[in-house]
């Protein structure tokens, strides 16, 4: 269970760690992008989409299908962000609008039933067994070698990507117009609906980027993880724990916690094989019980 | 009754109370008052125990009661009500101020009794009655109209039996005549009780007309402090936040 | 008056429990008997939970935890001491009281949905222990073996029909308890901090006392309820510390209703009602299970129960936050 000197061994090899790293951050950056869209709509819509875990499933499924019909990874990956932020606007407009001001156990039901719906109209469409979307040819190259680890270009492609569209919402937000009434109506809401901007839309936009977001990590995974239905449930676990350490609604927040996790998960399976979520419990544990609303969380009084 | 020394609370680098030392003498009716942003509701947090205060000290009856927390502060005597009227919005009004004198008995942790146990619905009516809460003891508090939904808030600080009353703004939201109702039943209310009361109030007229005394706070410190007469007639009063001093010449 | 209330409930649990042990002879049924096992142990679960959601107005995510260690805690006890029945029930209720004062203790500070989350990240963590501690629990395997001295009070519980009324006991008793707790001027303190915690702050109440005390107390009903599942499953099994028997639990109060007292009840004789039909009928359970939801979820926007309450012009029921 515990494999302490295994996890010395390898903090102290330079091979090791640089393996380790980039696996870590590769779990983290498709972490941070799930994690972002759920952060985002918490603050918006002060709702806890308990159905994103789902939005991540279906752009991986819809990135398989495009990618085995057209053969191109970068269609896939689109087809998995437009696929799941139209799919994001129908959720939002069917259901969850329908529960805003209930209580937050009437939205979890409401999204419960969503996965359960949703897993198995993948079990109808797709199947039940697993799947591998395969390495995309061109990233079928030798790996590079990086002060002795092992690290697939691929990798390296998927963490800027990442970043990249880390980079551009943090842009988007910031800068745009746009971006300040996402950042205002999640800072005080009242105000959105008094200053006349039309909420309906606005919430419909926050629930299309959130999902767009989650697809695409579903589409840029699928070459590197195995579908199954049910595969958005583990990934929503852990974007709730990034969530929640980064601060619920803090997109900076859930970059950290999100690299965060991802490391602990790297290192963990060398050190703690059987017990990696276990750490990834404690760690949100310890955070909450010293910073309360997580690390960029207001403090509700 | 209560003195206050040095009292003083930042939020960031702002100081919202400021070094304020007042006290309020046994008995007295006294207002509170100051421009939005003075630090009122502030001052009555502190007090009371919601917030920690950053320095100063504030004794109650020769007691040391700074940093205690709410509770504490409560079971002491001194009782508080809300700027926007403060309850249990899923009980009737009758059971509201069960559950306050329950509370107010120290039968909140009893797991052994039925609620209400034996004497406080009968209390619970009296005190009703002081405020002319007894015709709407059965309805749900949710469903009562604004004025009463005030009035149970002050009714559950009352329920406490309290020494000390800190009223914050309990004429919010009503009309004139609604006001002035709500002034007479405070003002019956502390002489029949034997009351130390603080209110915060805008309205000049209500303030000058049945405070003994009067304090005024600008930007966390304390302005002014006197009779009424004694405030009118203050100059720097009259220049930072009354106005003209012929706005209030026949209050 | 008061007094009157409690023996009206005891009297209606007795009938209860006398209808019950008297169906098998007229309709021996074991897929009754089995139902009625698991919904007592279910029901448990559940309506200690409204006690936190539905009372006290916290959404704990992770009450499983609670049920599960009842599960584990009781069948380690049986399997690897040689304790009674009685006293290994006992020892794991204090276990269960002792875990739920060290997770309240962490926990209770914490606001809505942080609670909620930090409460599965607990019984998460507690699972992912039991999965990893083989040589103690039998890792993903379960405890397996069986319950060894099944005998309460003389009964032989290895007995179906014996566990089976011993079930019903245990739901009416552990029911007429919690109703009994919700009651009192205690039960009234929880509803003051759903309702309005700065203000029952305010009247004296020490909150973090009430709410740590209602977090044990709720603790310890989940864990006889996850006994009577062990003796049921004869084990304990990681399934039953999982989060889906948190989610059932949820489940099964937001649809039987949070703002009735038997709401739980009923909506776990719901969620289990619907999980063997649908699962007899298609295999695509959860398609089914979710249109099912969504339809209630939708159409009623409130339990079963609340929604019946309502309708027969009762008092609207206490909102939860």
């Keep these: 269970m515990i494999d302490l000197d295994a996890l010395l061994e390898c903090v102290t090899t330079t091979s090791c760690l640089v393996t380790q790293t980039t696996s870590g951050l590769i779990v983290g950056m498709l972490l941070f992008l799930v994690a972002a869209g759920l952060t985002l709509i918490f603050g918006v819509l002060k709702i806890v989409n308990f159905a994103h875990g789902t939005f991540y499933m279906l752009g991986a499924y819809l990135a398989y299908t495009v990618f085995a019909i057209t053969g191109s990874y970068i269609l896939s990956v689109l087809a998995g962000g437009l696929g799941m932020a139209f799919f994001g606007i129908v959720f939002e407009r069917f259901l969850i609008r329908r529960v805003y001001g209930a209580n937050v156990l009437m939205q979890l039901l409401i999204c419960y039933a969503t996965v359960l719906i949703c897993d198995d109209l993948v079990k109808i469409i797709w199947g039940p067994d697993f799947y591998a979307m395969g390495m995309p040819p061109e990233f079928q190259v030798p790996p590079l070698f990086i002060a002795g680890g092992v690290v697939p270009p691929f990798y390296l492609v998927l963490i800027s990507v990442a970043l990249v569209i880390g980079g551009g919402l943090a842009m988007v937000l910031g800068l745009t117009k746009i971006g300040k009434i996402i950042r205002a109506a999640a800072h005080n809401p009242d105000m959105v609906s008094a200053l006349g901007i039309n909420t309906t839309l606005l919430y419909s936009l926050v629930f299309a980027v959130g999902g767009m977001l989650a697809g695409i990590a579903g589409g840029l995974a699928a070459p590197v993880r195995s579908l199954t239905p049910g595969m958005g449930f583990s990934i929503l676990i852990e974007s709730f724990i990034v969530t929640v350490i980064g601060g619920m609604g803090s997109i900076g927040g859930a970059l950290i916690a999100a690299v965060m996790l991802g490391l602990i998960r790297s290192f963990g399976t060398i050190g703690f094989p059987l017990f990696t979520e276990g750490l990834m419990y404690i760690a949100m544990i310890i955070i909450l019980v010293l910073k309360p609303s997580g690390l960029f969380g207001k403090e509700i009084v | 009754m209560l003195q206050i020394t040095g009292l003083t609370k930042r939020f960031g680098g702002l100081a919202a109370i400021n070094d304020v030392t007042l006290s309020f003498d046994q008995g007295t009716l006294s207002a509170v008052i100051g421009p939005n942003g003075a630090g009122k509701s502030t001052f009555f947090n502190l007090i009371s125990g919601a917030i920690i205060p950053d320095a100063g000290k504030v004794v109650f009856q020769g007691e040391d009661i700074t940093g205690l927390d709410r509770a504490a502060i409560v079971r002491r005597g001194i009782g508080r009500a809300f700027q926007v009227a403060s309850f249990f919005p899923s009980m009737t009004v009758a059971e ?152 209030e010449d026949d209050a | 008056m008061g007094r009157m209330h409690i023996w009206r409930d005891i009297a209606i649990g007795c009938l209860v429990v006398a209808v ?207 006994m009577v599942m062990s003796l049921f499953v004869s084990g304990a099994y990681p399934e039953l510390i999982n989060w889906p028997i948190s989610g059932d639990a949820i489940f099964a109060i937001v649809m039987g209703g949070v703002g009735s007292f038997l709401g739980p009840t009923v909506g776990t004789m719901i969620l289990l009602l619907l999980n063997d039909v649908v699962t007899r009928q298609t295999e695509y359970y959860g398609l089914a299970l979710g249109l099912i939801i969504l339809g209630f979820a939708l159409g009623l926007r409130r339990g079963v129960l609340d929604f019946i309450t309502e309708r027969l012009g009762g008092r609207p029921a206490g909102g939860i936050s």
């Design chain 2, 96 to 247: 509201n101020l069960q559950a306050a004198i329950a509370a107010h008995r120290g039968q909140w942790g009893d797991l052994n009794h039925r609620f209400p146990r034996q004497g406080v619905r009968e209390r619970a009516l009296e005190v009703a009655e002081m405020l002319g809460l007894e015709n709407n003891a059965n309805v749900l508090s949710a469903n009562l109209s604004h004025g009463d939904q005030k009035l149970l808030d002050i009714a559950l600080a009352l329920a406490l039996e309290p020494s000390m009353l800190l009223l914050d703004e309990p004429t919010a939201g009503m009309g004139p005549e609604e006001r002035w109702r709500m002034i007479e039943k405070i003002q019956r209310l502390w002489q029949l009780q034997n009351l130390t009361l603080v209110f915060i109030e805008h309205d000049m007229d209500i303030v000058f007309g049945i405070s003994s005394s009067i304090r005024v706070l600008c930007y966390g410190r304390v302005l002014a402090e006197g009779t009424p007469d004694e405030i009118r007639a203050n100059p720097a009063v009259i220049e930072a936040y009354l106005g003209t001093p012929d706005a």
């Design chain 3, 20 to 226: 019950l042990a008297a169906i098998p002879s007229l309709l021996p049924s074991k897929a009754f008997q089995d139902f009625v096992i698991r919904c007592a142990s279910m029901a448990l679960f559940a309506t200690s939970l409204n006690m936190l959601v539905g009372y006290t107005g916290l959404s704990s995510f992770g009450h499983g935890m609670f049920f599960g260690l009842g599960t584990y805690s009781f069948a380690l006890l049986m399997q690897k001491t040689g304790m009674s029945l009685l006293t290994a029930f006992l020892l794991t209720l204090l276990i269960t009281a002792m875990t739920a004062t060290a997770v309240g203790a962490i926990c209770i500070r914490l606001r809505l949905i942080y609670f909620a989350f930090v409460t599965l990240a607990m019984q998460m963590l507690l699972h992912s222990v039991i999965i990893s501690w083989v040589g103690l629990t039998g890792g993903d395997q379960g405890l397996q073996g069986g319950i060894p001295r099944r005998t309460f009070a003389g009964v032989d519980l290895s007995n179906q029909y014996n566990l089976y009324v011993f079930s019903a006991v245990m739901l009416v008793v552990g029911l007429l308890l919690m109703r009994h707790i919700v009651n009192t001027t205690f039960g009234t303190s929880l509803r003051m901090i759903r309702d309005n915690e700065t203000r029952a702050a305010f009247l004296g109440i020490i909150v973090w006392r009430v709410k740590l005390t209602v977090f044990v107390l709720s603790a310890v009903f989940a864990s006889v309820g996850g």
